[in-house]
């Protein structure tokens, strides 16, 4: 991968973080405005920002830390009770029913829907709209075991293979 997809990636993750704190944007806002009139005028987005490849995808640099969180997350909240491999089959468990059961019809929300809230199925909401793909057990145990990020924050960005054009639940019947 390229240093200049790299870049491109850490500079989207800086206007994000700035936007996010209410900070001016400065020279990344004048190059994410530059990004946004290219794609307006037919370029495609990851052209236009210069994250293009023919090799590893840009995606990757991005969501395993803040999914890695999450999921870190979802054991404290949901599995703390439990030793660390009936809790990494359990959240294995709820990733894959969530995404033979929920995602499809899900990953169009602009959040998890309100009957999920508290429960795993949130969580598992936002972890697949980094990574649209379930763990193993033995895959969420090695996430379990590894130490959470330096800055303990979880940005989460949606999976762009999701609808690009987000929407709220539908109303309940």
């Not at 803040?66 to 660390?84: C, G, N, T, V, Y």
């Amino acid at each position: 991968m390229s240093a200049s997809i790299r870049d491109a990636v850490e500079r989207l993750n800086r206007i994000a973080g700035a936007a996010r704190a209410g900070v001016a944007l400065g020279a990344d806002g004048e190059w994410l405005a530059d990004v946004l009139d290219a794609f307006l005028a037919g370029a495609d987005f990851e052209q236009a920002a210069g994250l293009a490849s023919r090799g590893t995808t840009w995606r990757s640099l991005v969501p395993i830390p803040h999914r890695d969180e999450l999921i870190r997350k979802m054991r404290a909240q949901h599995f703390a009770s439990f030793e660390p491999g009936l809790a990494s089959r359990l959240i294995a468990k709820v990733l894959q029913d969530y995404a033979g059961n929920n995602w499809a019809r899900e990953c169009a929300y602009a959040s998890p829907p309100q009957h999920s809230i508290g429960t795993p199925n949130e969580i598992a909401y936002w972890v697949f709209q980094l990574k649209p793909r379930a763990l193993g057990h033995r895959q969420v145990e090695r996430v379990l075991a590894a130490r959470t990020s330096p800055d303990g924050q979880s940005n989460v960005v949606p999976h762009l293979a999701c609808s690009s054009a987000k929407r709220n639940e539908p109303e309940a019947a």
